[in-house]
């Protein structure tokens, strides 16, 4: 049965050929090969494209599978400049973050919302942030924002903290000297609030999801700092 999907990445494989990430509504993050997709006389030549819906079918076993069938969904999103950038940023984090094979239909719904985010109206800075509190709880990466996991102490607004992705706020004491990672409580708040009005919300939550994700994915990293920076 054709399945939906959209595209995370492609590389070129053998002569003439395309190897696919892809993200599946029902079977979650697959790799596929495209055998002769790169062909002039390929009959998906052009369609296979990141940020283009698809309906999508395939054959085999194991962790690199055959593409078997592809077809245009309709929902095909062009970015340009900034835009652009961020949505490839939303694509890598995806491929990186969610496992193979990992059936979770709530994560393509996920991905499919913040490819329409990104033509709305709306600051791309908070459209970026809500996108990543969302991807980690789907993942079961929920942020505990407003406590320390431990103690069950409660953060206040007027401290300021040290954030762990997993352990909460860490309150820091007025003698020690303030470091670049501290967040102000009142960001904590304002993020799990889903409260982006403040400049100094939207600035300490970029830094904040910066260190988070380069503690989860450690080794592995992004390849694109650069982007991330920028965004």
């Known amino acids: 049965m054709p399945e939906k999907a959209y595209i995370l990445h ?14 599946t509504e029902h079977h979650g993050r ?13 009959r998906w030549r052009g369609l296979l494209q990141p940020f283009q819906g698809l309906w999508i079918e395939w054959r085999g076993r194991g962790s690199v599978m055959t593409l078997t069938q592809a077809e245009g969904q309709g929902l095909a999103y062009f970015f340009s400049a900034k835009t652009l950038l961020a949505a490839l940023y939303i694509n ?3 491929d990186r973050l969610i496992q193979k094979s990992e059936p979770e239909p709530s994560l393509f719904h996920l991905y499919s919302e913040v490819l329409a985010r990104l033509k709305q109206d709306i600051p791309l800075e908070i459209t970026l942030r809500r996108f ?13 924002l407003t406590y320390h996991v431990a103690s069950g102490e409660v953060v206040q607004a007027q401290h300021s903290y040290r954030f762990h992705w997993q352990q909460g706020a860490t309150r820091m004491m ?18 799990a609030a889903d409260d982006w009005q403040l400049a100094q919300t939207r600035s300490e939550a970029k830094k904040l999801m910066r260190l988070i994700f380069k503690d989860i994915l450690e080794k592995q990293g992004l390849q694109s700092p650069s982007v991330f920076a920028m965004i």
């Open 132 to 144: 990543e509190l969302a991807l980690l709880s789907s993942l079961g990466y929920a942020l505990p």
């Open 174 to 191: 007025s003698h020690q000297t303030p470091q670049p990672e501290w967040v102000a409580g009142q960001t904590l708040l304002a993020m």
């Open 30 to 42: 697959i790799i596929l090969v495209a055998k002769k997709a790169r062909h002039p006389k390929s």
């Open 10 to 23: 492609a590389r070129s494989y053998l002569d003439d050929s395309l190897l696919l990430n892809c993200l």
């Open 92 to 94: 890598e984090l995806t």
